[in-house]
């Protein structure tokens, strides 16, 4: 299998991310957005960003393990964040670069902020696409 990244000339520089991610594999993995509930379904971290992005991050973490995937081989991002005017997504973007799933945000990557997500409290959710080769 093998992932390219490109940043081609004549677009802007990105703060980590690639604009073209191109896959040469057999076999792709389409993760659930992943939301800050523990194994239970309790949310994490009430009005508590940082915790929210840990509990998407390890959660994301499990469910690429389930597929034998590394954060490496991830090839696409979308990341919600709960905005309401504020930097907070940009905050989110950092927290997650220097989480254990930092590499999947070396590819194509999509950050948001929306007005609600799903669960009441929630401010996070982490939408993922994994390469996973033949």
């Given at each position: 299998?093998?992932?390219?990244?490109?940043?081609?000339?004549?677009?802007?520089?990105?703060?980590?991310?690639?604009?073209i991610?191109?896959?040469?594999?057999?076999?792709?993995?389409?993760?659930?957005?992943?939301?800050?509930l523990?194994?239970?379904?309790?949310?994490?971290?009430?009005?508590?960003?940082?915790a929210?992005?840990?509990?998407?991050?390890?959660?994301?973490?499990?469910?690429?393990a389930?597929?034998?995937?590394?954060?490496?081989?991830?090839?696409?991002?979308?990341?919600?964040?709960?905005?309401?005017?504020?930097?907070?997504?940009?905050?989110?973007?950092?927290?997650?670069?220097?989480?254990?799933?930092?590499?999947?945000?070396?590819?194509?990557?999509?950050?948001?902020?929306?007005?609600?997500?799903?669960?009441t409290?929630?401010?996070?959710?982490?939408?993922?696409?994994?390469?996973?080769?033949?």
């Amino acid at each position: 299998m093998t992932i390219t990244r490109l940043n081609p000339d004549g677009l802007h520089k990105t703060p980590g991310y690639s604009h073209i991610t191109v896959v040469e594999a057999g076999r792709t993995a389409f993760l659930a957005g992943q939301c800050p509930l523990d194994v239970t379904g309790t949310l994490v971290g009430e009005g508590d960003l940082d915790a929210q992005v840990d509990q998407v991050v390890a959660n994301a973490l499990t469910a690429l393990a389930a597929v034998n995937a590394r954060p490496e081989q991830v090839v696409r991002s979308v990341i919600y964040v709960v905005s309401q005017g504020t930097n907070m997504p940009g905050g989110v973007w950092q927290r997650l670069l220097e989480s254990p799933l930092a590499p999947a945000f070396t590819t194509a990557s999509t950050l948001l902020g929306v007005a609600q997500l799903g669960f009441t409290g929630q401010l996070v959710e982490l939408d993922l696409t994994a390469a996973l080769g033949a």
